[in-house]
């Protein structure tokens, strides 16, 4: 099989597979990390069949997956082996998935340009208008408030604190640290304008 067709074979497994899920790791999470990860790519080395690899197949096991949705490293390996790709590319693709999904929550840096581009672009899907919308979506789905004055509840706004306002600092390309930027810069004035509401500061007297 072409990479064309094998990219197309898994995109579409993965639109059949994640079509349903409820939590933020649906077929347009995975189709924007795809694009987002082409785009950082451009004017670098990257191999980008196995950039486009690893994005399509990057959250199948990820443990807030339904269990039923969720794959195996062993699963995927041998879905990759039936599209008969090369061994290099899959071990490649299937390191990827390791460092970015398996291994402690997307913490560690991947070792080669094209999982650092994937988890940019998966961390850029995470930020932003789009990020903002996730966190609030991904919230709901588990029952969580929007926001909470009870210091130990998680919400989606405190997820933003835990996670979202940090993920600027930790990106690894210089595309991806750029678009971080300006996604963080939404982020803040959005969190202004939200605690500002809360307050009702816009309607007082004074
Ligand atoms: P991915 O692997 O696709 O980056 P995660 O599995 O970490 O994402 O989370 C999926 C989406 O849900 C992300 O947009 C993330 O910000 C959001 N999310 C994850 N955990 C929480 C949480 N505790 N509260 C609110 N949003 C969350
Ligand atoms: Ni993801």
Redesign the pocket.
């Known amino acids: 099989m072409n990479e064309e067709i094998v990219l197309e074979t898994a995109a579409e497994f993965v639109k059949k597979r994640l079509g349903n899920e409820g939590?933020?790791?649906d077929w347009l999470?995975i189709d924007r990390?795809r694009r987002t990860a082409r785009m950082l790519s451009v004017r670098t080395d990257a191999n980008l069949f196995v950039v486009e690899m690893a994005a399509l197949l990057?959250?199948l096991p990820?443990?807030?997956l339904r269990t039923d949705i969720k794959m195996t490293k062993t699963e995927i390996e041998d879905f990759l082996s039936g599209l008969s790709i090369k061994k290099e590319a899959c071990s490649s693709i299937m390191h990827i998935i390791d460092t970015?999904?398996f291994n402690g929550?997307?913490a560690s840096r991947p070792d080669s340009l094209e999982g650092q581009i994937v988890q940019d672009a998966?961390?850029l899907?995470?930020?932003g208008a789009?990020?903002i919308?996730?966190?609030?979506?991904?919230?709901g789905s588990?029952g969580?408030p929007m926001y909470s004055i009870k210091e130990e509840e998680?919400?989606?706004i405190?997820?933003?604190h835990?996670?979202?306002l940090k993920l600027k600092d930790l990106m690894n390309t210089e595309a991806g640290k750029a678009e971080a930027a300006k996604r963080h810069l939404l982020l803040e004035s959005y969190l202004k304008a939200f605690y500002s509401e809360i307050e009702g500061e816009g309607l007082q007297n004074d």
């Open positions: 939590s933020g790791h999470h990390v990057h959250d990820d443990r807030k970015i999904s929550s997307g998966d961390r899907d995470a930020i789009v990020g919308a996730r966190a609030f979506i991904y919230s588990i969580q998680g919400s989606a405190r997820h933003f835990e996670k979202l």
